[in-house]
DNA sequence: GTCTATATACCGATAGAC
DNA sequence: GTCTATCGGTATATAGAC
């Protein structure tokens, strides 16, 4: 997928709240007591969307059940129909975070070879990926410490995969001789740092209107010339204006 | 302060938990209810000390005073002669901790003229105090989002100052002409991020035996070729070994 | 399937003995 | 200055009516 930009990106993956709580609900039927997909789906629904919402306002652990009830409009004994616990839902919003983002990350990757255009793909799925999912990647990041033991290893796991794709790029760019740099795994880390800044310093950027496509940009060409690549068309610093809610209602 | 490592930093500024104590109690004689400067210097640690371990193992929000009590050694009633409540103590280690790298940071830049140098002294004075203080600055971004209306209000202006310090040494070096970039403000924001990873991913590069030489080290190459500019010593990406611990036990 | 009502436990905070 | 004992409030979780 080349000359990808946020629109056609939003466009082509069906990145939906009831999606995820579809796929949920098809994969956990031993948990969730309902049995009818469609009250199921629309429920687990207005759940996650309150908690997401919740945990991103006041952090996980400060929500409680009582405020997760008045917020998705459902009552105490109604959601612990569609989870065993607190605990539990935290452990099913991740694992289906991670491995949403797992699967759009190796599908954008299949049919590219150049690696500088791998590098650009990667940087540019990944910042579209948490623009479209903000709430679920922020809460993500700041809930992983709340884990239990088994969940946390997880969740590293999942860090490292990530970044592990972006030593494979950078590796084999350097073995073709575009990239120029000694220690791949370091420069796939604050990669990563600074992938992770766009959601996590979110109120920043807005603040300042710098939009999903000039901060792509931005980063592209920095980590170009620090690699000692150029990308041609990007070295102007010129970037698009600002349409970062282009793709929709954000989840 | 030129040629600065970790070593010849922490020997230079005076960064123990007591001694922020002793800058507490001195400050706060009014919410402290000890006379005694000794008793209270003492009972301050132990409260702060267990206080930022257990933030930084579960999350403040998690942490109880019963679990501070136990920790602490203290007593609860005892606990409530040195604070007013958990929310006062939260708010107290904010500004302790914001203060002091505040101050640290005028200082170690304050005989430097030339850009290039000011940038790697905010580099690593950053890094190095984030070495020295990890639990406090992990402590502190973690919780930002737990503050109420005016404190999270000082928080992110204490964000912005920082950056800030950079955006200056930058728009500097360009009108010098040893920098160049389009956007210093996105410069600036994304030098923070990687600053950051440092304290937020610590188990990772502690894995990788990577230490915080190191980590500035490179930090400094990188940034140094996306700016243009190429610091003569460090080119070759040699780095010096990891003596992260040289400074004496974290607090 | 969804609701209300309630059981049980633990939180932050304080009063008052020592 | 420090302790123990205890209050009032609220959390998660469940039982049973509809």
Redesign the pocket.
């Known amino acids: 997928m080349h000359k990808m930009d946020f629109q056609t990106f939003t466009k082509r993956y069906d990145i939906s709240l009831e999606r995820i709580c579809r796929d949920i609900f098809r994969s956990r039927d031993k948990t969730i007591?309902?049995?009818?997909e469609e009250?199921?789906v629309?429920?687990l629904t207005l759940i996650l969307d309150a908690a997401l919402n919740l945990s991103v306002e006041k952090g996980f652990d400060a929500?409680?059940?009582?405020?997760?009830?008045s917020r998705s409009?459902?009552?105490?004994?109604?959601?612990?129909?569609?989870f065993?616990?607190?605990?539990?839902l935290l452990h099913l919003m991740q694992y289906q975070g991670r491995n949403l983002v797992r699967d759009v990350l190796h599908e954008v990757l299949k049919d590219e070879a150049i690696p500088q255009n791998k590098l650009e793909i990667a940087i540019r799925a990944h910042l579209y990926l948490s623009e479209r999912m903000h709430k679920w990647f922020y809460f993500s990041y700041m809930e992983t410490k709340n884990l239990g033991r088994e969940e946390a290893r997880k969740a590293i796991e999942s860090e490292l995969l990530t970044e592990a794709i972006f030593v494979d790029i950078l590796d084999e760019g350097k073995q073709k001789g575009v990239f120029f740099f000694t220690d791949a795994r370091l420069v796939a880390a604050i990669i990563k740092a600074m992938l992770q800044d766009w959601y996590l310093k979110r109120w920043k950027y807005k603040k300042r209107q710098i939009g999903v496509e000039e901060y792509a940009a931005f980063l592209i060409t920095f980590t170009g010339k620090a690699l000692g690549h150029f990308p041609s068309d990007l070295m102007s610093g010129t970037a698009s204006p600002n349409h970062s809610s282009a793709g929709g209602e954000q989840i």
Request: glycine share 10%.
């Open positions: 007591r309902i049995k009818k009250t199921a629309k429920n929500m409680t059940l009582r405020d997760l009830q409009g459902l009552s105490m004994g109604c959601l612990y129909s569609y065993s616990g607190k605990e539990a």
